[in-house]
Each structure stands twice: as structure tokens, then as C-alpha cells.
């Protein structure tokens, strides 16, 4: 039996990783976070029995306490981060799935890594920000970090057994998102709901920004490099507008290896909850007597701008990606919210770091004091 905490749980990736638990009777739910939407995690709660429930907000972790007092057993509610590292670290977890958006995350993650905790990652702002951290004590504590974005998965999958084996290039594929072929005058005229009508994926809000930015697939290049050790130079964006290819890996010698599939996060998701085996998924399968064709193109640098932001950040260094990622959440919040519009979100992000005073080797201290740096900067500047 594996149990399993969930830092995140009421958002897109946290449901369906209960989704996954839910279909297996050999996992069993530890733990539940959210920020603010305690009627979800009661239903939660009421349904997995998890051992703890962390919320953001004291005065929510009063109302779930109140409104949970009749299950059995009982539920511990904890609250602010206190309670994300008390439910990071917990004794009776095994694994700890990131689910959260935002760099809340890098501190639980941390604290779980120092309980011997492994890792099935999907806040990528972990790693954005603090991999120079992560990646070494992980090494340490002798704990495994287990991507569950679909592309970082793939690259994952495709190295499996490859040890000792020298990758040439990653291939990291990108849908292209909702305005994939538009030029920079077509963005200028964005809505919010055209930027969340994502063409494959069904994702949360923010991610799906993210997209439509490019400025995720930039990320994810910042997380590859991380994951894989392997410099940003050697890690290739590919659109590949169907999502089929999830990503690839070329050798030294030559040869490429991509993950297929159809487009489901459940997939990476129990991959990283079973590692190394693999177990029955129900769902729809790729069926290439239908499948038409695999297509692919080079990613516009000179319009999602996100993306080229994101290679400048890397290749910079130190609290950089920090600034890039922490722009990127406050723009999009606004943009959310439709106080700026689409194109604002690179102006925000190129302000701050042309703005900003490199720090070589951040410690978690400074990421979030740089984070705080950064919304101030944004605040003090635009007017939306």
C-alpha cells in the first residue's frame, strides 16, 4: 500500500491524482491541501480519510474543522504554512504529489525532501526557482523526484534504462496553444476567453494562460535542464500541434525516442505514483489507423515572447528564472482578473528583468524575497 499526501488537491492536477487513487486499491490518500475552497476538500475529506487537511487560511481551517467534526476517523486541520510542512513531512506518507501553483510549493518540497519523502512533481516553480536546492539535497537525502508534467514525464520515460547512455538533445514538445500561427498584432486584440480555450489540454486557468503565452513551455525548459542535467542549449522546443508526442530524446548516436499518447494527465500522474512499474489506465488509446498525421514546427521566438524570456532567464542564472516566473504569476493573475491585457504579460515580465539585481546563488530566503521584489516592482509601476 502506498499512501499518498497531495499538496494541492482541489486543483486540476490534485483531482486527478484522486482520480488515480480512487481506481487503485493499492494507494490510499494521506493527505489534502487547498487555499481557500474548503467545501471541495470536505467532499474530499468525507470520501478518502485522509489524516490530515492543511488550508491556507486559519479562519477557513475553523470552518472545516466545524464542518468535518462528524467523520470518522477523525481529520487533523492545520493551517498556513506551518501546516503545508507539518503535511509535507507526515509519517505516514510515502509519496508527496506538488500539485499547488506558485512558488508556495518550494518549502514543503523541501520539507518533505528532509522526511525521505520521494517527489511526484508538478509545481514547476519549484524548480524554476530553487532547482540549484532541490536537485542536490534530493541527491542527498537519497529521495526521487518523479516528473509528472506530461513533457517532462516523457523525457523521463524514454531514459528509462538508458543509464550511462549520453543524451545529445531533449525534444521538448509544445502543443502551441490556442494561438499557434497568430502573429503579434493578431495577440494585440486577445480576450480572456479566447487565451483559455486551450485545443487539447484541459487544464486550470493559470496553466492555461501559460500556454497561450508560451512562457510554460519556457518554464519547462528551465525544469528540464534541472531534472536531466543537461544545459538549456541542448534542450530543443518542438510544436507539435496535435499533442500526440508528449516529448523526445535524442542520443549521441543519433537515435530519437518520443512517448505517445493521447492527451491525459492521469498518465504521468500514476507513472510517477508507481515507478518504475506501470499499471492498467482505462481511457482512450491512440489508434493510428485514425490518426491522420504527426506535424511539427519551429516555436515563434519573435511573437510568444514568453518562451525567449524564459532561455534568456536560464542562460542568466541565478535568481533570474525567479524573476521571469514570478512576473509571470502577478501578469496573469491580473490578466485573470482583466485588469491588463494579453500583451502586457511580456511587458511586466521584460520590466522586471531588465530591472532586476542578479543574485548568483539565491538561497530559498532570497527566491522569496526576490518574488516579493518583483510584485512591488509591478505594482509600483503599472497602473491597471
Known amino acids: 500500500m502506498k499512501k499518498v499526501a497531495i499538496l494541492g488537491s482541489t486543483g486540476s492536477i490534485g483531482m486527478q491524482t484522486l482520480d488515480v487513487i480512487r481506481n487503485h486499491d493499492d494507494l490510499k490518500l494521506a493527505a489534502v491541501s487547498a487555499g481557500s475552497n474548503i467545501d471541495l476538500l470536505e467532499e474530499q475529506i468525507r470520501e478518502f480519510h485522509p489524516r490530515i487537511a492543511a488550508v491556507w487560511s486559519e479562519s477557513k481551517a475553523k470552518e472545516l474543522r466545524t464542518s468535518i467534526a462528524d467523520v470518522v476517523p477523525a481529520c487533523k486541520v492545520v493551517s498556513g504554512m506551518d501546516g503545508l510542512l507539518e503535511m509535507a513531512a507526515m509519517e505516514e506518507s510515502d509519496i508527496l504529489v506538488t500539485a499547488v501553483v506558485g512558488m508556495i510549493g518550494i518549502k514543503p518540497t523541501i520539507a518533505a525532501i528532509h522526511a525521505g519523502k520521494d517527489i511526484a512533481l508538478a509545481n514547476k516553480e519549484t524548480l524554476v526557482t530553487a532547482g540549484h536546492i532541490i536537485i542536490p539535497l ?15 514525464s516523457a523525457i523521463f520515460q524514454c531514459l528509462n534504462g538508458e543509464h550511462g547512455n549520453h543524451i545529445h538533445k531533449i525534444l521538448l514538445t509544445a502543443s502551441g496553444g490556442p494561438f499557434r500561427g497568430k502573429t503579434m498584432k493578431d495577440l494585440e486584440t486577445v480576450t480572456l476567453e479566447m487565451a483559455l480555450q486551450h485545443p487539447n489540454w484541459s487544464m486550470g486557468r493559470k496553466i492555461t494562460i501559460d500556454s497561450a503565452t508560451m512562457v510554460n513551455k519556457g518554464l519547462e525548459v528551465i525544469e528540464a535542464k534541472w531534472l536531466f542535467g543537461i544545459e538549456s542549449s541542448r534542450i530543443e522546443v518542438v510544436v507539435q500541434p496535435q499533442s500526440i508526442i508528449h516529448s523526445m530524446v535524442e542520443f549521441e548516436d ?37 490518426l491522420s498525421e504527426i506535424t511539427f514546427q519551429k516555436p515563434d521566438l519573435d511573437t510568444f515572447l514568453g518562451l525567449k524570456y524564459a532561455y534568456e532567464a536560464i542562460e542568466t542564472g541565478g535568481s533570474m528564472p525567479t524573476v521571469l516566473n514570478a512576473a509571470n504569476e502577478l501578469a496573469v493573475a491580473k490578466f485573470l482578473h482583466k485588469k491588463v491585457r494579453f500583451l502586457e504579460i511580456y511587458e511586466m515580465i521584460r520590466l522586471c528583468m531588465d530591472r532586476h539585481t542578479l543574485i548568483e546563488n539565491p538561497t530559498v530566503e532570497e527566491i522569496l524575497e526576490t518574488e516579493k521584489w518583483v510584485y512591488e516592482t509591478i505594482e509600483s509601476r503599472w497602473i491597471s
Open 254 to 290: 543519433g537515435a530519437v525516442m518520443a512517448q505517445l499518447g493521447t492527451p491525459d494527465m492521469r498518465l504521468p500522474i500514476q507513472y510517477a505514483l508507481y515507478y518504475p512499474n506501470r499499471v492498467f489506465l482505462d481511457g482512450t488509446r491512440l489508434d493510428f489507423s485514425k
Open 138 to 152: 534530493a541527491a542527498e537525502k537519497k529521495v526521487s523526484i518523479l516528473p509528472v508534467d506530461s513533457e517532462h
